[in-house]
Structures are given as structure tokens and as C-alpha cells.
């Protein structure tokens, strides 16, 4: 049997693996080896799926570094906030692993480009395309074949609806049939909570009332539908409806259906990775590249007596692990989720929505390496007739191939566990087959999910938020994105609430504030041994202070990355910090080690600036520097003059001379040399006429609240220090809205007490002498209070005290609007 067909570099690497482990003492197999330990090593500990536990980490050759594959995408869609969850907390552990405990790290990821979700979108797409030229307009026979998908549609996907569904009674039975999943129960209706399948319901709801709305509309008058709108809102029933079709009828050996698909999702998932800062890969692998590799690496398993042979036709079969083979070595098979060996529901998933299920198989949990092609389905040739790899099997080739015999980190989301690998592990196990203690991965890390009201986000159920979307409309931004990872744990799942995401803001903001104010210390800060001098008390604090916090993230971050720790271990000493003299030069190594944790953790697309503090953001634009610190230095010097009383005009013009204003600018600068040169030229303005010192203020204020801010910069006066220059963010716009809708409700307030005044004062305008009478009274006393009532019964007594009570309160009104008309 041929021998895994390797790149040269690669077979080299497999040698030296062999060779070193040919002299291993045998030993009884557990189930996790622990990797030999190395002295001088960080005491790193992982919390590693295969025990699930944490362990001590040790690479298994620390000179040739940290040997890790990531499970990358499947690219058939664009990549949604879920994934954000799934490559940003494991580029933040890669970056630690490589920027903090100094690992070299060999990366390598890939990118499934063929399987049973590709095959199907794919072709699917290739089908509406061709559907869709061949209907230029919406007549009869595109409403007839879109209705037909539509009834498939439901009978697929919404059983409880009846198959003879008219279109007009589609709300209504679907509130009868679907009502309690609606309101947001479970489809037993049992009391248990909702999960996955009603979301899926929900889903398939939407996608079916879309497709019923349109088609009602279409129907009524075709004219006034878009067709391209009519398309967009019947394309999740014409999809399936149209592969269930013609979908046989696709040429199998024509690759670019299917690449069209997967190159261009390839292309937009790196830009997403590029946009949240997440590093590239060392090494990409495709499936569609190593089909050659796949089959060797299958006839190996096939010769070692782990796989057997199925035929599915007379010119093909499937072949299929054989998982009672395996363990009758004493392998252990599924050893990450045991709980999960017999979960048919995970099995299938793991098999393929275009798998049928084979009376052949030795057993139901034996899972396919190759798949027979079936019509419609792109096929390599291997010895077995034509055929495609499982799903599985395309990750053990490739990390083999490029990182060799045993891997030191496998990483992926926490739904990769079973079965996809649990199989990679058989599998790959099963290949090198040793005969000694031998296990393919030491350490598997798994990220916990993002979640939305219970259901994790996937493209399967349609509840998720792509990438690009989220950060397009200012949902997050990539920062923000990263710090609320950063203060979940990376194997935990994170829940997106309110709460969660004003904890975020609230980090990002007091991070940014102290940067921003240590960065313009270290601006301005003397050098003189006085001011050193003078605080020198505080230095020691803020040493022991700055000691402390490397000495807590440290174990931290030794403590499998736990990085929510770190993130509170930063903020303690940001908290620290402001309590301190804001001018102590010992501010300057705390924001120089807080910026270097902060890019280790890939908080920034930028690199550490020379000073060694700060990230992007906190500082105004390098075009608006060297106009607007003399020009916010000028205005400081105005405001202590006009405080002071010193605005004589000699003085005044004095100090302009000292500001010129070049003439010639670049483009980019003009708008800031204009509110530079209007600013000298009114408060000379002021000085010739000699204006009061509230007219200088009144000036600068308006310097700072309207045109600096309308060029999104703000001047931030501080007592006793120089003024803070900063960019308008999202926290300074928060704060003036606020202040706004504070200033907004007082105005609202005193116009109501305004009207409800006038309203009281215009009651008092009737003199109490008249106020009563009318026809209701017939005789009154000299005061005006009635005697007799209009049928001349004497008024009793009880009557007449309520009366003259009225009287003598609407007495007080009337003096009050008397005294309101003599002002």
C-alpha cells in the first residue's frame, strides 16, 4: 500500500516524530498522555477537552514551537457574530500564547470548501441563476412553479399546516397550528423551554409568510411587484424546491459551480478576520486541494483494519470507519463527549444533509470517510469510483501533512466536540497506529458559543448577524467586540444582553480616559528633578501598585487564559492609578505596560507607538496636530488672562503675535487653519473694543463646544493642569445627547409650570364678589355670597360654609392675578 503522499518538508518532520517515539518506553494507554515536562517553561495550565480538566501545558518539541490546527469555516455564507466568538477568542489565546509567554507558534487552518452545506447552496444558487434568466418577467408559470415551492416548503418544514393550504389562510393557520412556539414556548407545549427547534420553526415561519405575502401580492397585480423583490422574498422556497428539481442534472466534474461559491465567501471571511484584527493563519489548507492526500490517508486506515468498504452502486462505494474494529485495540472512541456516541441527531448532522443513510454500515454510529458521488455532486477519483472525502477526514490529512505526526492544540467551537473530533481523532489515531501509547492531539481547546435569547447563532437557524452587517451599522466595533470576549471566559458561552454590553462600554471608556491623560502626561511632563521630587511618596505607591498587577495578570493568564481576571486586573490598576497626583512620572511604566497587555490581547489594528502608550483612538489626527495644540494653547492663555483681568488691548495683540497662522496649508488642514485664524482675528476684536472678560469666555467656550467639536475634536478643561485634547467619541457624544435631553426636560418642565401658573392666574381673574352670580342663586349678601337659591329656598347653613369656603379661595386667586397685572 502506497505511503501518505506528504510534501517533502513534511515526511522529513514524520521521520524525526517516528524516530523519537520508537524509543518510548510502552505503557498501559490512558486516556490522555501527558506531554514530557520541559524545565524553564512558563507554568501555563489549559483547561484541555480530552480531560476536561485543566492540565499543564507542554509543547511536545519547544524548539520547533507550538503545533496548532484550528478548525476553519465551512464558505457558503458570510461569516456571522458567532464566528466573531469562535476566531476572536482563539486569535486572542494565539496571541497570548505568542506575545506573552513568547511560544513560537505554528498556526495552520482550513477552509472547508466542499461538503454537503457547499453542495447544496452552491448548486442550489446555480439553479435560481439559471431559474431566474429563464423568467425575465412574473407571468402565470413563474407564480404556478413558486407556488408549488411554496407547498413543498411547508410540507418540509411545517408539517402541523394542512397540505391544502389556500395562500389566504396561511396567518391564520399558522397562529392555530404554531401558536405557542410564536409566543415564544416550546413545540410540545409542556413548559419546557424553547431551544433550537423552535427556532427553527420561527424560521421557517418567516421564510414561509415571506413567500406568502409576495405570492398573494403577485397574483393580485404582477405589475406592481419587483421581480428582482418577488426573487429575493420566494428564494428560501425556490431554493430546495428548484435542487429537488434539476438538481441531478448538474455536470459533477465541473468544479466551478461549486468554487464559484466557496472563493468568494473564502475572500469575504478573511476581510471579516482582517476588519477584527484576527491574525492570518501561517498556513491555509483547502479540502478541494488535498483530495489525492484524502484517499492515500483513507486506503492507510483501510489497510490498518479501521475502515471498510461499501458499495452504494455498481461503480462506486462508500467507506466507512469502523469504530467496533478500532475499540477491539483497546481505542478509546469518543472520548471527548462519551455521553454523545449514540446521539443519532449529532451522527446525522455529522454525515451530511445528502447522506442517506446505509443498510450496509456495520453499525449505525460508523461514520463515512469517502462518499460515493451521488448524480449532481462534484466527484474525485479514487479507487472506490468516483466520490468525494467526508467531513471529517479533510482536517486529519491536512494538520498531518503540515504540522506531522501529533499536534500540540487542536482548537474549535464548542459544537466541533462530537462527532467531528471525536472522528478526527479515531481517524488520525487510527492512521499512525502505534502500537505504544500514542494519542494525535495533546491538548483540544473548544470556544463556548454566542448566544441570542437562549439559541446559539448559526447560519442553520438564521438568527444571526454577520460580521460585516454588525460593524457597518455601529452595532459594535471590532474593539468592542474583543473586550466583551475578553470578559466572558473563551470556553464559556457569552449571552449578548444590555448589560453585557454597558459593562464593555464602560471598560473601553475608562481604558481610554486614562491613556489618553497618561499619553498627554508624558507629553508635557518636566524633567526636572523637583518635579520628581515631589512625588516621590506617590511613585513608591504606584510601583508596589504596578508590581502587583504584572504578579495577579500573570497568574492569570497562566490559569488557561483567563483573561475576564486579567481584564479586572487592569482596571484595578487603572482605578489605582487616577487616585494619584495626575502629574506623577511613575503614571508613565503603568501606561506603558497596560498598552503592551492591551495589543497582546489584539485590542489594537495599530502597532505600539514609540512613546510605548496608547491605542488608536484617544489622540486627535496627525494633519490637526500642529494647529490645534498652539491654538488650544492660546486659548488657555486668553481664558487666564480674561479670568485674571488682563485683556488689555497691548497685551491682547502681544500675545496673537506669538500665534501666527501659516497662509499656505495642505487641503486636509484648511478647516482647522480657518477656526484657528477666526478665533485670533475675534478676540482681537474683542480687545479693540474693550469687551468685558465674560465676552473673551463666552469666545472660548464657544471655540471649544462649536467649532472645535464641529471638526470632532474636543478641548477638555481641567483645574490646574493644561487642557486635554481629544477626539470626539462615542463617550463625549453620549455625554452632550445626555446633557441635551437633561436641558430639554428642565425647559419642558418650566414651560409646564409656566402654562399650569397661567391657568391658576387666569381662575383668578373672576372677583369672588361675582363668582356665584348666575342663574342657580336668586339673592346674595353685600359680599356676594347666594342667599336664596333660584327657586328662593333659603341656602342652609352647611351649603353656606361650603360656599363662602369657595369664595374665600377663589378671594386668593383673584388677589394673586391682581398682583400679576400691576407687574
Not at 449578548?496 to 502626561?521: A, P, Y
Not at 489594528?605 to 502608550?613: A, C, N, R
Request: hydrophobic share 35%; with cysteine; net charge neutral.
Amino acid at each position: 500500500m502506497p505511503a501518505l503522499r506528504f510534501p517533502q518538508r513534511s515526511v522529513a518532520c514524520i521521520s524525526r516524530i517516528r524516530m523519537a517515539s520508537s524509543t518510548t518506553t510502552t505503557r498501559q494507554q490512558p486516556h490522555w498522555e501527558q506531554p514530557r515536562a520541559v524545565e524553564g517553561l512558563p507554568k501555563l495550565s489549559i483547561y484541555n477537552s480530552l480531560t476536561r480538566s485543566k492540565v499543564p501545558f507542554f509543547p511536545k518539541d519547544p524548539k520547533e514551537g507550538v503545533k496548532w490546527y484550528a478548525c476553519g469555516p465551512t464558505v457558503y455564507a458570510d461569516s456571522h457574530l458567532g464566528h466573531a466568538r469562535n476566531y476572536v477568542s482563539t486569535d486572542i489565546i494565539r496571541r497570548i500564547m505568542r506575545d506573552y509567554f513568547k511560544y513560537p507558534v505554528k498556526f495552520v487552518m482550513n477552509f472547508t470548501d466542499v461538503d454537503d452545506k457547499i453542495i447544496l447552496r452552491a448548486r442550489q444558487q446555480h439553479l435560481l441563476e439559471k431559474f431566474k434568466a429563464e423568467h425575465p418577467a412574473i407571468d402565470d408559470k413563474l407564480l404556478a412553479t413558486s407556488t408549488a415551492a411554496f407547498h413543498a416548503y411547508m410540507a418540509k418544514n411545517l408539517p402541523l399546516l394542512p397540505q391544502d393550504l389556500r395562500l389566504e389562510d396561511y396567518v391564520a393557520k399558522s397562529q392555530e397550528a404554531y401558536g405557542l412556539v410564536i409566543k415564544g414556548g416550546s413545540l410540545a407545549g409542556d413548559g419546557t423551554p424553547a431551544g433550537d427547534k423552535e427556532a427553527k420553526i420561527k424560521m421557517h415561519l418567516r421564510a414561509a409568510g415571506s413567500a406568502q405575502a409576495m405570492l398573494l401580492q403577485a397574483s393580485q397585480d404582477p405589475k406592481i411587484v419587483e421581480l428582482d423583490e418577488f426573487f429575493a422574498q420566494m428564494e428560501d422556497a425556490l431554493l430546495p424546491y428548484l435542487d429537488g428539481l434539476h438538481g441531478t442534472s448538474i455536470d459533477a466534474t465541473d468544479y466551478t459551480i461549486f468554487t464559484k461559491l466557496t472563493q468568494h465567501f473564502e475572500q469575504r471571511f478573511m476581510d471579516d478576520c482582517h476588519a477584527l484584527n484576527i491574525l492570518d493563519p501561517d498556513v491555509i489548507t483547502r479540502v478541494t486541494e488535498y483530495c489525492p492526500q484524502i484517499v492515500t490517508f483513507i486506503e492507510k486506515i483501510i489497510e490498518n483494519g479501521f475502515a471498510y468498504e461499501v458499495a452504494d452502486t455498481a461503480d462506486a462505494s462508500s467507506i466507512y470507519f469502523d469504530i467496533a474494529a478500532f475499540e477491539a485495540k483497546g481505542k478509546p472512541y469518543a472520548r471527548l463527549e462519551p455521553w454523545n456516541r449514540n446521539n443519532q441527531e449529532l451522527q446525522a448532522d455529522g454525515e451530511g444533509s445528502l447522506t442517506k443513510k446505509s443498510t450496509k454500515k456495520r453499525s449505525d454510529a460508523d461514520f463515512a470517510l469517502w462518499k460515493s458521488s451521488k448524480p449532481g455532486e462534484p466527484s474525485w477519483k479514487s479507487p472506490w469510483g468516483g466520490g468525494r472525502p467526508g467531513w471529517h477526514i479533510e482536517c486529519s490529512v491536512m494538520a498531518s501533512d503540515v504540522l506531522g505526526e501529533q499536534l500540540d492544540i487542536h482548537s474549535g467551537g464548542i459544537d466541533l466536540c462530537f462527532p467531528h473530533h471525536d472522528n478526527e481523532l479515531a481517524q488520525s489515531e487510527a492512521y499512525w497506529s502505534h502500537p505504544q501509547p500514542y494519542q494525535w492531539v495533546n491538548y483540544f481547546i473548544h470556544m463556548g458559543h454566542l448566544s441570542i435569547a437562549g439559541s446559539k447563532m448559526s447560519k442553520s437557524l438564521k438568527n444571526f448577524t454577520t460580521i460585516r452587517d454588525a460593524l457597518s451599522r455601529g452595532d459594535w466595533t471590532p474593539r468592542g467586540l474583543r473586550i466583551v470576549f475578553l470578559l466572558g471566559g473563551w470556553k464559556e458561552g457569552v449571552e449578548i444582553t444590555d448589560s453585557l454590553v454597558t459593562q464593555g462600554n464602560s471598560w473601553e471608556n475608562r481604558v481610554n480616559n486614562f491613556l489618553r491623560h497618561t499619553k498627554d502626561l508624558q507629553r508635557t511632563l518636566s524633567e526636572s528633578e523637583s518635579s520628581k521630587k515631589s512625588d516621590q511618596s506617590q511613585d513608591s505607591s504606584l510601583d508596589d501598585a504596578l508590581k502587583e498587577a504584572k504578579s495577579k495578570l500573570d497568574a492569570a493568564l497562566t490559569d488557561s487564559f483567563d483573561t475576564p481576571s486579567a481584564m479586572a486586573t487592569l482596571l484595578a490598576l487603572i482605578n489605582t492609578s487616577n487616585t494619584a497626583s495626575p502629574t506623577s512620572p511613575s503614571l508613565i511604566p503603568i501606561g506603558k505596560w497596560i498598552t503592551s497587555i492591551l495589543h497582546t490581547f489584539g485590542l489594537d489594528h495599530s502597532p505600539i507607538t514609540t512613546d510605548g502608550i496608547g491605542w488608536s483612538g484617544i489622540e486627535i489626527s496627525s494633519i490637526a496636530k500642529p494647529l490645534v495644540y498652539p491654538l488650544s494653547s492660546l486659548r488657555e492663555s486668553v481664558r487666564k488672562r480674561a479670568i485674571a483681568g488682563t485683556t488689555t488691548a497691548p497685551e491682547i495683540n502681544a500675545l496673537m503675535s506669538t500665534y501666527p497662522v501659516a497662509r499656505e496649508q495642505p487641503a486636509a488642514a484648511i478647516p482647522y487653519a480657518d477656526v484657528f485664524s477666526q478665533f485670533k482675528e475675534e478676540v482681537s476684536g474683542l480687545a479693540k473694543k474693550e469687551a468685558p472678560a465674560k465676552e473673551y469666555l463666552a469666545l472660548c467656550d464657544q471655540l471649544r463646544d462649536t467649532h472645535l467639536w464641529n471638526l470632532d475634536i474636543y478641548l477638555e478643561d481641567r483645574d490646574g493642569l493644561p487642557t486635554l485634547i481629544r477626539p470626539v467619541d462615542r463617550e463625549l457624544r453620549a455625554a452632550r445627547q445626555e446633557k441635551a435631553a437633561r436641558e430639554e426636560a428642565k425647559l419642558t418642565a418650566k414651560r409646564e409650570r409656566e402654562r399650569l401658573e397661567k391657568e391658576r392666574l387666569e381662575q383668578g381673574k373672576l372677583s369672588p364678589r361675582d363668582m356665584f352670580r348666575t342663574d342657580e342663586w336668586s339673592e346674595w349678601d353685600e359680599e356676594g355670597l347666594p342667599t336664596r337659591n333660584a327657586r328662593g329656598e333659603e341656602v342652609a347653613k352647611s351649603l353656606g360654609k361650603k360656599l363662602r369656603k369657595a369664595m374665600e379661595r377663589q378671594g386668593k386667586l383673584h388677589e394673586a392675578w391682581v398682583a400679576a397685572r400691576k407687574e
